[in-house]
């Protein structure tokens, strides 16, 4: 483990499993990052079987920026854990999120996401996403959305609790949060880890947070690419496993939200293709 007395401005996370080629893309887009402080990546891997953490470790070789490699077994992996787990190892006073897939789209993500953390009021930190370029207009248009809202909203905190406990919308905005493109404080993060939980680690800690009178961030500013362009089926089996979280950690039923956006998806899906 480093010392963390040879700490760092920032530490970026990512955990990692046969990430192939976009793996390699969220690589070159860190080492392009124009940051005039120090910082280190920490990449957390599931036994990999792809050539990916090889060619990883090829491309930090030929930067000037710390990369530290930590294997677990793939049995042992879990989303808040694990992530924890990379987080003791890091020296950062910041800590950033990312997933394999998830590529910053300018060379001043890491100074903007950094940046933010100047308001110590801040605990956390979400960006923006946007559609990787080779998946469907439709999948944009839904991003595009999501998001246009968050920015409503730019810093969230609990100002009135009444209104928090008695507004489902409202505690869903404030506590939404996204570790494929996330960033926390370490003081922060040492008093509230994150929850030991198979899915969702993000919006748990978020729920956290905000409850314990912290407040988080959305940056429009720092962007990555990251989209799913999933089946059917795969967007079946999500749905599901999102309806079993949020009804779990949060109590909320979205099964009628679900089935509106169901109806949603298939309009704008026929509208698409003509």
């Excluded at 010392?3 to 046969?18: E, F, G, Q, R, W």
């Excluded at 992996?77 to 924890?84: C, T, Y």
């Excluded at 880890?193 to 940056?219: H, R």
């Amino acid at each position: 483990m480093h010392s963390l007395l040879n700490k760092v401005k920032a530490s970026i996370i990512i955990p990692t499993l046969n990430g192939g080629n976009l793996l390699l893309k969220v690589c070159e887009a860190l080492i392009r990052q124009e940051f005039q402080d120090s910082w280190e990546v920490i990449i957390i891997d599931s036994q990999s079987s792809d050539n990916s953490i090889k060619q990883t470790i090829e491309h930090f070789n030929h930067s000037n920026i710390p990369l530290k490699l930590i294997t677990i077994n793939k049995k042992d992996f879990q989303h808040g854990r694990s992530r924890n787990q990379a987080i003791k190892e890091s020296r950062g006073d910041i800590i950033l999120l990312l997933t394999q897939d998830s590529v910053p789209v300018r060379d001043d993500w890491l100074s903007t996401m950094v940046k933010t953390f100047e308001d110590k009021s801040i605990a956390g930190i979400f960006g923006r996403h946007i559609a990787h370029e080779n998946h469907p207009k439709l999948i944009q248009r839904d991003l595009d959305l999501h998001f246009e809202r968050m920015n409503e909203l730019p810093v969230r905190k609990i100002n009135d609790w009444n209104e928090y406990e008695n507004n489902v919308s409202l505690r869903q905005t404030l506590h939404f949060f996204s570790n494929n493109n996330s960033g926390l404080r370490r003081s922060v993060w040492k008093e509230i880890p994150f929850p030991n939980v198979d899915f969702g680690e993000d919006q748990t800690w978020a729920k956290k947070v905000i409850e314990a009178g912290y407040s988080l961030a959305y940056e429009k500013d720092s962007v990555v690419y990251h989209s799913h362009n999933f089946t059917i089926k795969e967007w079946n089996v999500r749905c599901k496993t999102e309806l079993k979280f949020f009804k779990s950690y949060f109590n909320y039923d979205l099964k009628l939200s679900l089935k509106n956006a169901v109806k949603k998806i298939i309009t704008q899906s026929f509208r698409d293709f003509n």
